[in-house]
């Protein structure tokens, strides 16, 4: 809120939207992790507010149509904020010195450096950064709580969980880092594929000389996802157009998917394009939908499923999309192993409903299956998984798990399905 050389307070809806956005995503990255949590809390869920996302280079609003019409929702989410600012701690020496850190984290991963000089850069920055916060007493509780939890769901001693923790925060900002090459560097992203590694090559590029039906490619936020997607992209004998879901209204640097035919592929926004449109292009064959499946009920309609012993709920679309698209399924995942990015495709399925079965039997039978995988894919590489801090998050905590290891043997029985 600025003031007028008489003293008068001007008002923040004489401010423009944009600038209203900007005070908002200030406010909220001007504070760490509680802090900034205890701020989101403060913010009532009310008809026409910004919608607020936690991404990689902070917290970001989004606004649907012309952002002119939410200047009432935003100055009400600027007074909300200033309040319960006041009632936070003031801002310490360590945490100044831990959000500049932060923010040099951030230009490093959105800079043009190098890849080799961002890696070690980011290396030395989050071991700085995660020193600086566990000097702040309310941070340092913080953590010791997700050390404690995420202790217990992966069944690892407290001191290894909190070195996961910290090179979780190492890998985030990696991955990141790649991707925004693979997405806005054309040439540089391209160079980046022959570092990935990956056994079923072979046996990949053979099916699909053969087989033109539709498929979905279907992986969790785990190393370089994206990349993973291109490199899968680039096997292809033919020109194969390539469906994606995106949350954002990025679809430029979507062109860089694949060198064949860019102008092919397709961007859907979650929650805004008609999902019918997917279902239809998969039926009509020769599609590839790319798809993250390790998503909750922010990215839409969930079921129930089994994670880590737990009710949990994940996303519904992935498993809906490919049985009505009636397209086969072929889940991979994406690590890195001594500094080489990985695939691994694990056995294909077709996810047709079975006799007599409903729809959402069949939806939950499918997500099941996909986030059993998941579960063994974070157990095997959790600190490469970008969601590993709000893992109980997925969770419904209040019934015990029942078994549903026969579902998943069944399936880790079947062979690489061409």
């Known amino acids: 809120m600025s003031e007028h050389a008489d003293g008068r307070h001007q008002s923040p809806y004489d401010e423009s939207a944009p600038v209203l956005i900007q005070t908002i995503e200030a406010m909220l990255n001007g504070r760490l992790e509680p802090f900034s949590f205890n701020l989101l809390m403060a913010v009532p869920d009310i008809p026409g507010s910004p919608g607020i996302v936690n991404s990689e280079l902070g917290f970001r609003l989004t606004l649907p149509g012309n952002v002119e019409q939410h200047k009432a929702a935003l100055t009400s989410v600027i007074d909300i904020l200033k309040h319960a600012d006041q009632q936070l701690p003031p801002v310490s020496l360590p945490e100044k010195l831990a959000l500049q850190t932060r923010h040099a984290v951030w230009r490093l991963t959105n800079s043009s ?30 953590h010791q709580l997700k050390v404690d939890i995420l202790s217990n769901f992966l069944q690892e001693p407290e001191r290894k969980t909190a070195k996961l923790i910290q090179s979780n925060q190492f890998y985030l900002y990696w991955n990141y880092a790649r991707r925004l090459r693979h997405l806005h560097q054309k040439n540089p992203g391209s160079a980046l594929i022959p570092d990935f590694y990956w056994a079923e090559r072979t046996d990949y590029s053979a099916m699909t000389t053969v087989c033109k039906d539709s498929r979905v490619l279907a992986t969790i936020h785990m190393g370089d996802f994206f990349g993973a997607f291109k490199c899968i992209a680039d096997e292809l004998q033919e020109a194969r157009p390539t469906i994606l879901l995106r949350r954002d209204g990025e679809t430029e640097g979507i062109k860089n998917l694949s060198q064949r035919l860019a102008d ?17 292009a998969l039926r009509a064959g020769g599609q590839t939908l790319s798809i993250l499946f390790d998503l909750s009920n922010d990215f839409g309609e969930t079921t129930e499923v089994i994670f880590f012993g737990h009710r949990a709920r994940f996303v519904r679309g992935p498993a809906v999309l490919a049985i009505l698209g009636r397209a086969r399924i ?10 080489r990015s990985r695939i691994c495709m694990e056995p294909s399925f077709m996810p047709e409903l079975r006799t007599g079965e409903r729809l959402q039997d069949a939806v939950t039978r499918v997500t099941q299956t996909l986030v059993s ?46």
Request: glycine share 6%.
């Open 373 to 418: 995988l998941a579960e063994r894919w974070i157990r095997q590489n959790p600190a490469q998984w970008k969601y590993l801090d709000r893992l109980p998050h997925y969770l419904i905590l209040d019934k015990p798990a029942p078994d549903v290891g026969a579902e998943f043997n069944e399936h880790q029985g079947a062979g690489f399905n061409a």
């Open 113 to 142: 450096v190098p890849l080799l000089l961002v890696r070690s850069g980011l290396t030395l920055l989050i071991r700085l950064q995660t020193v600086l916060q566990l000097q702040i007493t309310a941070v340092r509780g913080y």
């Open 264 to 280: 092919e592929h397709q961007v859907y926004m979650h929650g805004k394009d008609n999902p019918v449109c997917i279902v239809n």
């Open 330 to 339: 072929y889940p991979f995942v994406c690590f890195e192993d001594a500094g």
